[in-house]
């Protein structure tokens, strides 16, 4: 992980093939909100809308959700989520830290159980890349 400038703002993604979530972060504060789920077409990422959020929140760095399997190995997914680092560095020339996230869906779904009104299972995303951002958050020195 590289070294994090006093109070950034970050901006965290679950990628998924047919959804991405996203959620907000700062570093100083450790305030975290899950912002919005994007559909993906066409077989990509939607680029249009992830670049007005970055653009929007204005972050100093992004974060990747790295779908491991429990055991720590990868999966065809976490090529798949390495790829999408590596253009969202490319396309926005931020910082991009890739962040285990073998428990973000488990902790995600907690997190959805306990809101006054849950959602469905299957749009708790942008619930999991807060959780991305989170677990980002508690691995910074204190």
Same mark, same amino acid.
């Given at each position: ?22 959620? $907000?972060?700062? $570093?100083?504060?450790?305030?975290? @909100?899950?912002?919005?789920?994007? @559909? ?32 720590? $190995?990868?999966?065809?997914? @976490? %090529? ?24 973000? $869906? ?6 959805? %159980? ?5 959602? %469905? ?22």
């Amino acid at each position: 992980m590289s070294a994090v400038a006093a109070g950034e703002q970050l901006l965290g993604f679950d990628f998924g093939l047919s959804q991405i979530g996203v959620a $907000s972060g700062h $570093s100083a504060t450790g305030l975290v @909100t899950p912002l919005e789920i994007l @559909t993906c077409r066409d077989g990509g990422p939607p680029w249009p809308a992830i670049h007005a959020l970055i653009d929007e929140w204005q972050p100093a760095r992004l974060l990747v959700g790295l779908p491991l399997n429990l055991d720590g $190995s990868e999966a065809e997914i @976490t %090529r798949l989520a390495r790829r999408f680092g590596n253009r969202l560095h490319g396309r926005c020339g931020l910082p991009v830290s890739l962040v285990d996230e073998r428990y973000s $869906s488990r902790a995600a779904r907690e997190q959805n %159980r306990e809101l006054d009104k849950p959602r %469905r299972h299957d749009r708790i995303d942008d619930l999991a890349a807060s959780q991305i951002v989170q677990s980002y958050l508690n691995s910074l020195p204190a």
